[in-house]
């Protein structure tokens, strides 16, 4: 299937750059374009794309109060919203997560990046860049303890080992060639690890793995 993506982003030199990208990709599709974001909320309601693509900073509406609107907990039908910027400020991060986007990216990140984060919003998953959820943690660290919420289950070897590489900021493809598994497997642990801890997003499982000391680096076994 392909899936139709809306860009929003003031300046029109990164939206065709980001358009020239995805539409590159064989299963991407850009169906609109938007300069703010009062015109991203009002395209992505009458276009119904598979995934909005927002800056931050626009024109009117910014690209976090769009995604609300779009994708926040009182929208019955939300919509599947990646944040992309330039801008590397932890509050940003928070704030686009808490109004219900699927994926955090910075401008920097790549082609490759990029189109596997649509391709996980898309899927009703969320990928936060690596070094975005690093950076995250050394926030965290700073604030405030709070209750660290037990698994429903306990976790396998090889979960403690996939946990102990997202909470370093490891990409799906570096776990896979870390512990020698595929990366469909690296899909299927990280998904499990969701469900047991109870994490909408890998910035959460890092969280956790932090407040559990789980962040010691762990021998891949095969």
């Known amino acids: 299937m392909t899936i139709r993506v809306l860009i929003a982003d003031d300046q ?7 358009s020239m990208i995805l539409d590159a990709q064989p299963d991407i ?21 598979d995934v909005c693509l927002f800056d931050i900073r626009m024109p009117g509406l910014d690209g976090i109060q769009a995604t609300r609107m779009l994708a926040g907990p009182d929208i019955q039908d939300p919509m599947a919203v990646v944040i ?35 391709r996980a919003a898309a899927n009703g998953d969320a990928l936060i860049a690596p070094n975005v959820t690093v950076r995250l943690l050394h926030a965290f660290s700073g604030a ?5 919420p037990q698994p429903i289950e306990p976790l396998t070897e090889r979960e ?20 020698y598994i595929t990366l469909s497997t690296v899909k299927t642990h990280i998904a499990s690890l969701m469900t047991k801890l109870g994490a909408r997003n890998r910035v959460e499982i890092a969280i956790w793995a932090h407040q559990t000391e789980r962040m010691r680096d762990q021998s891949p076994r095969p």
């Open 144 to 148: 405030a303890p709070s209750p660290v």
């Open 29 to 49: 599709e850009i169906v609109g374009q938007a300069s703010d974001g009062n015109d991203a909320v009002a395209l992505a309601r009458r276009l119904r794309p």
């Open 84 to 118: 992309i910027t330039t801008f590397d400020l932890d509050e940003y991060v928070f704030d686009a997560l808490r109004a219900g986007a699927k994926g955090f990216l910075l401008k920097d990140a790549g082609s490759e990046l990029l189109a596997q984060a649509i």
């Open 12 to 18: 029109e030199l990164v939206r065709t750059g980001l």
């Open 160 to 179: 403690e080992q996939v946990l102990a590489d997202v909470a370093r900021g490891l990409s799906n493809s570096e776990i896979a060639t870390n512990l």
